[in-house]
């Protein structure tokens, strides 16, 4: 592999939330993003902004990125499903928006409230209010569905090429609920890399079954530089039922300097955030880099 850099994507704020039964303040909230970013995290998911009744964790978006303003991060993305939430994050202050759509029909309609094309006329709306933002697109269910079990490569590339077309800056592949294997990873990528320029893919894993290390080793082989991790390995999607939590950032980190490719991010800080994080949920977090450091007690920063 002749990479020798990554970037990584911070969604633990967002994505490492949102399945939590109970919603951690906007304090809180706040100065676990500022310890990622003391952490050399450049790009963060701070919150979404979805119905408060759906996702109760995201309730607090608005006030959390009017607060992050101050914050030194280089870019914060509000997660939007819809033109409605486009308007309340822009109303916040978000500069730089993540929508979402689905590779499988049944998967959209939970998650989204509407149909893969009418989310493709949300995201074509969306694209023209933005302007000069970023906005990066979610392909969910990349690799299989919660509901549909398995999910065709063509809907996968045939999505992300309309979303490339439509005018995405990124296109996120998205292992939903944690089934992708090494082999199906390098697959996907390289029929979607056949539509869509590989430099403007990302892959985003959860570790259901234990394998995202090496689907993201496989994902680097097949020609990605960009993955989204969640601190601590925390996560999980409240409309993918036995989806656990996204690839743990410390574990990502861990591997690809391993292999060669820096990230930018300090090892040691993050686990000390993570270990912080811990001592607030009151709970142990799976990544696995952290298991050896719970003997040093977490600074109450």
């Known amino acids: 592999m002749s990479r020798d850099r990554v970037r990584i994507v911070e969604v633990g704020p967002r994505d490492g939330l949102q399945s939590r039964g109970t919603e951690l303040s906007v304090d809180l909230r706040i100065a676990w993003i500022r310890q990622l970013a003391a952490a050399g995290l450049r790009e963060i998911e701070a919150g979404a902004f979805v119905r408060a009744d759906l996702v109760p964790a995201m309730a607090t978006s608005e006030d959390v990125f009017r607060l992050a303003a101050d914050l030194k991060v280089e870019t914060l993305w509000a997660l939007i499903p819809n033109l409605r939430g486009f308007q309340r994050a822009s109303d916040s202050g978000a500069k730089a928006f993540a929508f979402f759509t689905s590779a499988s029909e049944t998967f959209s309609q939970k998650n989204s409230g509407c149909s893969v094309e009418e989310s493709?006329?949300?995201?074509?709306e969306i694209r023209q209010l933005s302007e000069m933002s970023p906005v990066r697109a979610y392909l969910s269910c990349s690799f299989g569905c919660p509901y549909e079990q398995s999910v065709e490569a063509s809907a996968v590339t045939n999505l992300a090429r309309k979303l490339d077309a439509a005018g995405a800056d990124e296109i996120v592949i998205s292992d939903t609920i944690g089934i992708a294997d090494p082999e199906s990873v390098a697959t996907i990528i390289a029929a979607v890399s056949a539509e869509v320029t590989a430099s403007k893919l990302t892959l985003h894993l959860h570790d259901t079954r234990g394998s995202a290390l090496d689907c993201?080793?496989?994902?680097?082989?097949?020609?990605?530089?960009?993955?989204?991790?969640?601190?601590?390995?925390?996560?999980?999607?409240?409309?993918?039922?036995?989806?656990?939590?996204?690839?743990?950032?410390?574990?990502?980190?861990?591997?690809?300097?391993?292999?060669?490719?820096?990230?930018?991010?300090?090892?040691?800080?993050?686990?000390?955030?993570?270990?912080?994080?811990?001592?607030?949920?009151?709970?142990?977090?799976?990544?696995?880099?952290?298991?050896?450091?719970?003997?040093?007690?977490?600074?109450?920063?």
């Open 120 to 124: 493709l006329v949300n995201f074509r």
């Open 216 to 301: 993201a080793r496989a994902g680097l082989e097949a020609g990605i530089g960009s993955f989204d991790s969640s601190a601590g390995g925390l996560g999980g999607c409240p409309f993918a039922p036995g989806a656990p939590g996204n690839v743990a950032t410390e574990d990502l980190v861990t591997l690809f300097e391993s292999l060669g490719c820096r990230t930018g991010i300090d090892l040691d800080q993050l686990i000390h955030s993570s270990l912080w994080l811990e001592k607030v949920l009151g709970e142990q977090l799976p990544a696995k880099s952290l298991a050896e450091r719970r003997t040093e007690p977490p600074s109450d920063d």
